[in-house]
């Protein structure tokens, strides 16, 4: 593992150490879980939105691409 330093809020600090005492788990730990969960909704969240750009691009295409698409990619 890699040490590393982060300032904190007062408010925040208190809250991980109180949530990280309820769940008898040291700060660090409880800050690592935490941090994963985060980056890894994260990953979902900008996947979402790729997939959400990509429907905007067919959005721009012809009326009837969803029933007709082996038509428009095969054909033309």
Not at 47 to 69: F, M, Q, V, W, Y
């Amino acid at each position: 593992m890699i040490r590393t330093q982060v300032y904190l809020p007062e408010e925040l600090y208190t809250r991980i150490q109180l949530e990280a005492k309820r769940e008898k788990k040291k700060a660090a730990a409880l800050l690592r879980e935490l941090l994963q969960r985060g980056l890894v909704q994260k990953k979902k969240q900008s996947l979402g939105n790729a997939l959400l750009e990509l429907a905007k691009i067919g959005a721009k295409g012809p009326r009837d691409l969803s029933t007709n698409h082996d038509k428009y990619l095969y054909e033309e």
